[in-house]
Structures are given as structure tokens and as C-alpha cells.
């Protein structure tokens, strides 16, 4: 652990740093937001991430920590080192740890982002469900976070690469400027509230749409819905079709 100790505050637990033995390569992961407790420190603090990181790279993970351990001040220190078990992938356990040992106050829309309820599909449309808010998840981003944007879970395998099975993806419900060629999450509603989502990238559709009448509310143009996995086939919504569109991808979370 990285822990911030300044005088006249307790002692906060800002980072963690976990060294994979088999590759000497330091995986880390700090806090956003200091200003709660480091004052006009807190743009040191800010810099101390990539600091650490460059230092990694240049003299390897083991290095790097020993010189950490031997050189910082009484205001930064490293507490004693402790062995854990990478189950999966180091990137996923150093934020594991994070989880579990950091504590945060949520700051909305600096450093948190709210998650609701809502499943996309990353294929046709998912289950059908009512949407409700369901808490604030710590986002890591250099994307200056707004209040239109949301996180929400997504399923499937059909925009692989770009998002992967079962992952956190952050939203914007704000579309800037045309829909054409974005990755839109997009829900298909029904009479009984609730709908089903997927996410798709969105393109005009080409094809001649035989029924553009319909509730005034719901039209719209006619969409072909791609993925980005070539395994998973294209198809059109016509214009008639009730949809609505939630929100742009931004990230995976």
C-alpha cells in the first residue's frame, strides 16, 4: 500500500502496488481525488502515479519499490509488503485489492459515475427489465466526467475487442452532433415499461423501409445495427420500431 500521512490528518491509504515476481513488472493503481485531505498537496500527489510508473519502466518493479522503500518521505510511505495470489490477470488483482483497501468519499460526476440496473446485449436485444439506479462506481478516465453520463453492465461478444464479455461501460446520454457510425446504446421499448437494450454501432440504413408510418412519437430513421465482431451479422430497425436511444459509448470502466 501507498499511504499518505501529512500532518494534522489520518493516515489514508492513496495507492496500490503489486509486483508480479514472474515478469518484475509493477501493476498500479492510485486514488483520482486528494483534495480532501492533502490540501495544496494534492497536485503533488496527483503527478505521484506516473512518477512511480516511469520509474517501474526504467529500473524494473523490484527496483523500484526498494528505492521507494528506502527514499520516501515521513508524508508518503509504503507500508510492509504482504504476498497474494494473482487467480486471473495482475491487472485484475491490483484492482481487486483496490477495491477492497482503498476507501473513497464519492465525489458525482468528478470521480464517481452512477450505475443503473439496465443489462445491454452485445447482440440483439437482451432480456427486458426496468431500469432503476443502483450506486456510484469509481471511474479511472482523463475524460473530464459530466452529469449525462451513466455506467451500466454489457453482455456478449458480438463488439469484441472493443467490449468484452461482461464488463462496466461508461455512457453519455447527450449525443453530440449526427447518430451516424457511433456506438450507440440503444433499448427497444414496449407497453409495459421496462425494454431490452443492446449496443450497437449505428449507420443510416440503405434499405428501402416499406412502413414510415406510425406513432409521430416513435419514428425515426431507418438503422442498421453492426457489431464489431465480423461473427455476428447486421440487421436493420425500420422506422416505425419503438426505440430509443440511451446514450454513446465512451469507455470500459
Not at 497474494?84 to 468519499?105: F, G, M, P, S
Not at 462506481?137 to 463488439?159: I, K, N, P
Amino acid at each position: 500500500m501507498v499511504q499518505a500521512a501529512l500532518p494534522n490528518t489520518n493516515l489514508h491509504n492513496i495507492g496500490v502496488l503489486l509486483i508480479d515476481v514472474g515478469s518484475n513488472q509493477l501493476y498500479c493503481r492510485f486514488r483520482r481525488a486528494f483534495e480532501e485531505f492533502a490540501g495544496d498537496e494534492a497536485d503533488w500527489f496527483k503527478d505521484l502515479p506516473d512518477d512511480i510508473s516511469q520509474s517501474a519502466d526504467e529500473l524494473g518493479a523490484e527496483k523500484c519499490v526498494e528505492w521507494l522503500e528506502s527514499t520516501l518521505s515521513n508524508a508518503v510511505r509504503v507500508s510492509p509488503r504482504k504476498r497474494v495470489l494473482i487467480e486471473d490477470y495482475a491487472a485484475t488483482t491490483v484492482n481487486r485489492l483496490y477495491a477492497k483497501l482503498i476507501r473513497l468519499k464519492v465525489l458525482p460526476f468528478r470521480t464517481h459515475l452512477p450505475q443503473y440496473t439496465l443489462e445491454a446485449a452485445a447482440g440483439r436485444f437482451g432480456k427486458q427489465m426496468v431500469v432503476e439506479p443502483q450506486g456510484w462506481v469509481e471511474v479511472r478516465t482523463d475524460m473530464q466526467l459530466t452529469d449525462d453520463m451513466f455506467v451500466a453492465h454489457v453482455y456478449g461478444h458480438s463488439m469484441e475487442p472493443n467490449i468484452p464479455d461482461v464488463c462496466l461501460c461508461a455512457f453519455r446520454s447527450k449525443i453530440v452532433d449526427s447518430e451516424e457510425g457511433k456506438v450507440l446504446l440503444i433499448e427497444q421499448c414496449n407497453e409495459s415499461g421496462g425494454g431490452r437494450c443492446t449496443i450497437k454501432v449505428v449507420h443510416v440504413s440503405r434499405a428501402v423501409d416499406p412502413n414510415q408510418e406510425g406513432d409521430q412519437a416513435w419514428l425515426h430513421q431507418r438503422m442498421t445495427l453492426e457489431s464489431i465482431n465480423r461473427d455476428y451479422r447486421s440487421w436493420d430497425v425500420a422506422s416505425a420500431e419503438k426505440i430509443r436511444i440511451l446514450g454513446e459509448f465512451l469507455f470500459v470502466v
